[in-house]
T-cell receptor
Framework: AQSVTQLGSHVSVSEGALVLLRCNYS??????LFWYVQYPNQGLQLLLK??????LVKGINGFEAEFKKSETSFHLTKPSAHMSDAAEYFC??????????FGKGTRLHILP | ETGVTQSPTHLIKTRGQQVTLRCSSQ?????VSWYQQALGQGPQFIFQ???????GRGNFPPRFSGLQFPNYSSELNVNALELDDSALYLC???????????????FGAGSRLTVL
């Protein structure tokens, strides 16, 4: 069975500072991993996905994530936060059956 | 290309009633998944439909049921509504063969259900 744990339900960073959102996964098979973002009153939008190619994955809006098998982690980073990055971020894992399991989410706050 | 559209956007029901939520998948997509997102939680997988057949189900009771139509649109039906069914219901479509966990989901904006 697959599961995802996101550390920190709320994260605050200053505008221009590094963004780091943490995600650890559990999977009985090599996983596919995703980060989605949800803006208020909207559905989820894919930021990036890992499908067993390069371990460093680059996504949209300057985000990237690194797959570390030894640490079962897939943390999301962005070098410099922008006010428009304020949203809820979800890490998700999938095996081979297209059933995607989401974490509880991390709300990112950007301080001016 | 059009995205995923869901209707209605908001609705209020009372306990014991039944509700039908609708979803039009993105053009070219043949798979639809439904998720329930309670307040402050991540989306929980309800079930998935591929080419009009159920293709996986999460830990939800049988009173949650669905359909997929030949044009790949879908409905989620919930009978005997309970207070805990209050949530945002998200529909997501994807393309490709079934059982491919790498498929990217395209989400609609959701239907917010309140049960009183």
């Amino acid at each position: 069975a697959q599961s995802v744990t996101q550390l920190g339900s709320h994260v605050s960073v200053s505008e221009g500072a590094l963004v780091l959102l943490r995600c650890n996964y559990s999977s009985s098979v090599p996983p596919y991993l995703f980060w989605y973002v949800q803006y208020p009153n909207q559905g989820l939008q894919l930021l990036l996905k890992y499908t067993s190619a390069a371990t460093l994955v680059k996504g949209i809006n300057g985000f990237e994530a690194e797959f570390k098998k030894s640490e079962t982690s897939f943390h999301l980073t962005k070098p410099s936060a922008h006010m428009s990055d304020a949203a809820e971020y979800f890490c998700a894992v999938s095996a081979r059956d297209d059933k995607i399991i989401f974490g509880k989410g991390t709300r990112l706050h950007i301080l001016p | 290309e059009t995205g995923v559209t869901q209707s209605p956007t908001h609705l209020i029901k009372t306990r014991g009633q039944q509700v039908t939520l609708r979803c039009s998948s993105q053009s070219g997509h043949n798979t639809v998944s439904w998720y329930q997102q309670a307040l402050g939680q991540g989306p929980q997988f309800i079930f998935q439909y591929y080419r009009e057949e159920e293709n996986g189900r999460g830990n939800f009771p049988p009173r949650f049921s669905g359909l997929q139509f030949p044009n790949y649109s879908s409905e989620l039906n919930v009978n005997a509504l309970e207070l805990d069914d209050s949530a945002l219901y998200l529909c997501a479509s994807s393309s490709g063969t079934s059982r491919s966990g790498a498929n990217v989901l395209t989400f609609g904006a959701g239907s917010r259900l309140t049960v009183l």
